[in-house]
């Protein structure tokens, strides 16, 4: 489980340029690697920060869609549940001893909930799904709107430097005289 960093591997030029590794201590880089260490414990730890980040975005996008998403998805779990008891109904019915006229006369209303819980369920499916195609670009936006109203960070070019950037700041022209 606790696996031992190893040292970076220094190349030559390396050594010769710095006298020895480049060590990246930016916060960018903090986290770089953290996927590789990732294991179903820590998984499983973060899951419900996650989950309730994920619904504070959703929350923030678009209330009305959010609670039909979370409506609709509790509703299809237990459709999907109350449909595997009506399955294995129909299948213990059938599976039973005696004539096999009694048997199906006697899974037929196993078979009608089994059918009716079917169609909720994709109606379901079909208000989860529009109620997601809503949600889905405005939970976008509010991620990146609250990921970019941080901190401002301005490009500016040194003179000291030679200028092999391509970006170059706008010129910005004296206004015209007034008359």
Not at 1 to 18: D, H, I, N, Q, Y
Not at 73 to 85: C, D, F, I, T, W
Not at 142 to 157: D, F, K, N, Q
């Amino acid at each position: 489980m606790g696996k031992k960093r190893t040292a970076p591997e220094v190349s030559e030029s390396e050594r010769l340029l710095f006298g020895g590794p480049l060590r990246y201590d930016m916060g960018w880089n903090q986290h770089a690697d953290a996927f590789l260490e990732l294991n179903f414990r820590a998984m499983i730890a973060r899951l419900p920060s996650l989950l309730a980040s994920s619904l504070r975005l959703a929350r923030q996008a678009d209330r009305g869609a959010a609670r039909i998403v979370l409506a609709a998805e509790a509703g299809r779990g237990v459709a999907q549940a109350v449909s595997l008891l009506a399955v294995n109904s129909v299948l213990a019915g059938l599976m039973g001893g005696g004539p096999i006229e009694d048997r199906l006369r006697g899974a037929v209303p196993a078979l009608v909930t089994v059918a009716v819980v079917m169609l909720l369920a994709a109606l379901l499916r079909a208000a989860s799904t529009y109620a997601t195609g809503r949600l889905e670009p405005k939970v976008e936006r509010v991620a990146t709107s609250s990921t970019w109203s941080g901190p401002r960070v301005e490009l500016t070019r040194s003179r000291n430097t030679p200028s092999t950037s391509c970006w170059t700041p706008p010129r910005r022209e004296p206004p015209p005289p007034a008359g």
